[in-house]
Nanobody, 126 residues
Framework: QVQLVESGGGSVQAGGSLRLSCTVSGLTFGNYAMGWFRQAPGKEREGVACISWGGADTYYRDFAKGRFTISRHNAGNTHDLQMNSLKPEDTAIYYC???????????????????WGQGTQVTVSS
């Protein structure tokens, strides 16, 4: 059974930082591109940052560039999203995602995701 379990969400003031982690089990981690998506109330789910299955390529949405960093740790079947300089508009549920043998730009296609985590809430107050 494939499981993606997020941790690290919470509440922070604007300008603060959070680090999200995703622990993956039940699949061959090295064969999957990994990513983070988010969904705010009343909005569609959107990609935030993704990393290719080989780890060589990353993709960041414009709003994440310069503030967020995605990394993967194949030895531990985990990947992280470091979020700095958080803004109130970053408030959303953040989801971990996996896509087999995908390129990093699968961030643009939520419908192509093979597996999802259950989500973790991130709230940024002004």
């Amino acid at each position: 059974q494939v499981q993606l379990v997020e941790s690290g969400g919470g509440s922070v003031q604007a300008g603060g930082s959070l680090r999200l982690s995703c622990t993956v089990s039940g699949l061959t981690f090295g064969n999957y591109a990994m990513g983070w998506f988010r969904q705010a109330p009343g909005k569609e789910r959107e990609g935030v940052a993704c990393i290719s299955w080989g780890g060589a390529d990353t993709y960041y949405r414009d709003f994440a560039k310069g503030r967020f960093t995605i990394s993967r740790h194949n030895a531990g079947n985990t990947h992280d999203l470091q979020m700095n300089s958080l803004k109130p508009e970053d408030t959303a549920i953040y989801y971990c995602a996996a896509n087999r043998f995908a390129r990093a730009d699968f961030c643009l296609a939520p419908t192509a995701v093979d597996f999802w985590g259950q989500g973790t809430q991130v709230t940024v107050s002004s």
